[in-house]
């Protein structure tokens, strides 16, 4: 993972670039990402906006929607990644980060769609199927998660997440043994995961 102190030295070479050229929108972009990965939200949205007013670009737009999103500001994050996908219907995150955004504010129904849309986008992708499953698990909606992540594992059967989280639903659905044999599929594949340990221990002492 690059390091803060990493990531300020490039923001100071960009900023030393964009005094020779100022109008650089990749620059720009690329500094309101730098201030966006250390945190300055307030920063990273204005030059952010600088850089869209030189270019319009979904990339551009994206960046702004999870830099206003991180600054809770939700509306503004959803007015930038439609403003994305007015450019690039099928920008996978701007998808992804909407439909986040559009559960975070109540509109379920949209979330959904979105989540559900990006399963069809990439069929063979196991995360939109997880990501799916997850939206049906925050939903209390057990049964359909599950059939998510039975997908999810279809398409990698090393995905840990997936075992973890049927293993979850079937202890809280009393089936112990149907989920013991889950979180040893997981363990297997990784002996040292600390979630489904901890997992296997609460399944063992039910």
């Known amino acids: 993972m690059t390091s803060e102190a990493a990531i300020k030295g490039s923001i100071k070479k960009i900023e030393k670039e964009l005094q020779s050229n100022p109008e650089d929108a990749n ?13 300055k939200y307030d920063e990273s949205i204005a030059v952010l906006n600088k850089a869209i007013q030189k270019e319009k670009s979904a990339h551009y737009f994206f960046n702004l929607g999870n830099a206003y999103s991180e600054n809770n500001n939700e509306q503004f994050a959803i007015d930038s990644y439609l403003q994305a996908l007015d450019l690039d219907p099928n920008h996978i995150g701007s998808l992804n980060n909407l439909a ?23 069929p063979t992708d196991p995360l ?12 209390n909606q057990h049964i359909e998660a599950a059939k998510c992540y039975e997908k999810a594992l279809e398409k990698d059967p090393e995905f840990i997440d997936a075992y973890y989280n049927i293993g979850w639903i ?11 044999e889950y979180v040893e599929k997981g363990l297997s594949i990784d002996p040292s995961h600390d979630d489904l340990i901890d997992l296997k221990s609460e399944l063992l002492g039910a």
């Not at 620059?27 to 945190?39: F, R």
């Not at 949209?110 to 990439?122: D, P, V, W």
């Open 27 to 39: 620059l720009l972009n690329n500094l309101g990402v730098g201030y966006y990965l250390i945190g």
């Open 100 to 122: 986040d955004e559009y559960e975070l504010v109540g509109q379920t129904d949209k979330a959904h769609e979105l989540f559900h849309y990006l399963t069809y986008l990439q």
């Open 128 to 139: 939109s199927h997880f990501n799916l499953g997850n939206f049906f698990l925050r939903q």
């Open 170 to 180: 079937l202890l809280k659905a009393k089936a112990y043994r149907h989920g013991l």
